[in-house]
């Protein structure tokens, strides 16, 4: 069975991710400024949230 993860960054919810495996999580962009992980796996959770939190805040720059 399939695990989703809402991912928040920012006060915003930047996407989510879902386990495709053991220690594999692809990243599914819910805002434009998240685009670029659109598709990206990670090995946890907390790694999505930091790449969704440096993704916003350089979008906000």
Known sequence: ???A????ALGRQ?????QIGKGRYRF???LS???E????EFSSV???CRAARR???????
Not at 5 to 8: C, G
């Open 28 to 30: 599914f962009a819910a």
């Open 5 to 8: 993860y809402v991912i928040e």
């Open 55 to 61: 993704a916003l805040a350089r979008a906000a720059a």
């Open 14 to 18: 930047a996407g989510l991710v879902v």
């Open 46 to 48: 907390s790694d999505a």
């Open 37 to 40: 992980l659109e598709g990206r």
């Open 33 to 35: 400024e998240a685009a």
């Open 1 to 3: 069975m399939s695990a």
